[in-house]
């Protein structure tokens, strides 16, 4: 909401500051400014220093699916003409890698239906030859993604 309206809406800097985000001194100073007849200050955009390879960088955020990193990416910038800072740059590319949206693989650990599946392990522990076959129970489901070996044991 714009800060004027917020003002003519509530009518209290403190209530139009908490509507816009801001604090009620600036609220109060937008208002003064207006009485004023001055015309809205905004700022000017001020290019970065990094706008010249934006492009690059996302291209090579979505070839790499969000994983590349800024010290890795820099050479290839150096050789594409930036000449700004390595801070600027790692910059850069976090904005980049926050807008990518990151549509990877979601991994779930496996948790068995009771009954469903019949778990087998063997190997051997000091010298002696172990088989385990576990069915699956409510115990066992709720920890099967920490069970180990002598855990599943327990269960039986």
Known sequence: MDIVHAYQELGSYRAAA???????????????RRAAGEAENRRAIVPRNTDGVTELIAARVRASDGRI???????????????????????????????????RRTYRPWVPTPGDYLVIDWGT?????????????????????RLTVREALAYL
């Open 18 to 32: 908490a509507v816009c985000g801001t604090t009620a001194k600036t609220v109060k100073r937008v208002l003064a």
């Open 69 to 103: 990193s800024a010290k890795r990416l820099l050479p290839t910038a150096r050789a594409a003409g930036y000449t700004g800072s390595e801070r600027s740059f790692r910059r850069a590319v976090a904005r980049a890698k926050a807008a990518w949206p990151g549509k």
């Open 125 to 145: 522990e000091a010298g002696v030859q172990i088989f385990c076959a576990v069915l699956a129970t409510e115990a066992a489901a709720t920890h099967a993604s």
